[in-house]
């Protein structure tokens, strides 16, 4: 599968969420203690939001640990709103249009998982994709369809709605192909100013994902930690896996559950496709 995080807060220098935790993304793309493997070798994406209206993105097919172009990149760029996305592919061609996070217009989007039985299904998904978004479709790969999907179904207007039908349209999909189980998921997308974070699967059995918690409890907790006091209040990570160790810094989010982030404020709320005829 792959990891990624979801950062919103004080602008930050991206070597401090790429690099520097514990368990760094860049240790995570070795040696991952969370997901379906150990490495996540296929390719890495970065995607922040500066000073122009649309987000930058930094895509590569080389594995995180190796590119120094990222590494260079990381020390001079900040950012208040980051997504970066490690990749380890389970069948798409290792090509720098496979790389997440995905960009169309002011959104960003990635995804952990898959969609089981994507290759009978892929016809079906794409041909149900609006045609205006259909030109943008630029790689090979279940989660950029499925990005268009919910772009497709309303993500710029209700983006938990949206996501909640495109996943109910591809489980009506897969039924119709004879296909039991098929969305796994952790997804995270953005506008540039909240962030909107699912963690979902058909068999009730999603890929691991946590939330951070409350920075200046975590200061009253640890006040001799430089990094805690580093961070504004409003500071929050959504990630595939804990970035260290910290105790009581990260909580697990549920399962079926879309985590929104806005402003400093964090909400859970129960996440459930929305099928055809409910």
């Known amino acids: 599968m792959c990891r990624w995080l979801a950062y919103s807060g004080s602008p930050v220098l991206l070597e401090e ?10 240790v995570q793309s070795l040696h991952s203690r969370l997901g379906a493997e150990p490495t996540n070798g296929d390719g890495f994406g970065v995607g922040w939001y500066g000073a122009p209206e ?7 097919t080389d594995p995180a640990w190796s590119d120094r172009n990222l590494q260079e990149l990381a020390g001079h760029i900040s950012s208040g709103l980051v997504l970066a996305h490690i990749r380890a592919s389970i069948g798409s061609p290792v090509q720098q249009t496979n790389c997440h996070p995905f960009r169309h217009g002011r959104w960003l989007w990635m995804h952990n998982g898959y ?3 994507f290759a009978r299904m892929k016809r079906d998904l794409v041909m149900a994709v609006d045609p205006d ?29 949206a996501v909640a039908r495109a996943v109910g349209f591809i489980e ?32 009730g059995q999603s890929r691991s994902l ?11 907790q640890y006040p001799d930690n430089p990094t805690l006091h580093g961070l504004s209040d409003e500071t929050r990570v959504v ?9 009581g810094a990260w909580r697990e989010v549920p399962e079926s559950t879309c985590v929104t982030l806005r402003a400093g404020e964090e909400q859970l709320t129960p996440f459930r496709p929305e099928r055809a005829g409910s």
């Open 17 to 26: 969420l790429i690099y520097k935790p514990q368990n760094s993304l860049v």
């Open 54 to 60: 649309t987000p930058g993105v930094f895509r590569s």
């Open 115 to 117: 969609l089981d039985g």
């Open 133 to 161: 978004l259909f030109p943008h479709i630029e790689g090979s790969t279940d989660s950029e369809v499925f990005f268009f999907l919910a772009q497709t179904f309303g993500l710029t207007e209700d983006p938990p709605a």
């Open 172 to 203: 009506d999909t897969a039924q119709r192909n004879g296909i039991a189980f098929p969305v796994q998921m952790t997804v995270a997308t953005t506008d540039g100013e909240s962030i909107w974070a699912f963690r979902y699967s058909s068999e």
């Open 210 to 220: 946590f939330h951070s918690t409350d920075v200046s409890t975590l200061r009253h």
């Open 239 to 247: 990630v595939s896996e804990p970035l260290g160790d910290l105790k």
